[in-house]
């Protein structure tokens, strides 16, 4: 089988080639651990690949709630998108929970 037309980034059923004896080979960055890649695998898809690169944590955002159980979130971009299955982006996005402790929270009737 060939990836000459085909690479897919992570894993990807439908990025597949007809292989030798009816069996069929991946052209997804997936192959490479489940060692089902086409021949030319490497040098089609690897040689060229880029991982995606991503920039710093932006600040955590202020708490959902002035007062009581919320949630905090910040984010990061993309800096270079990952191309000719490269390795994906990791989590762009995180959240964690927080407690409200504004000052008028104990001054409520």
Known sequence: GSCRHRCCPGR???????GTRWALCYCDSYCQRTGDCCQDYHATCRRTAVGCAVGPWGPWSGCSSPCGVGSRARSRQVTVPPRHGGEPCPDLKQRRGCLGEHLSC???K
């Open 106 to 108: 104990g001054m409520a």
């Open 12 to 18: 990807n059923n439908a990025c597949w080639a007809p």
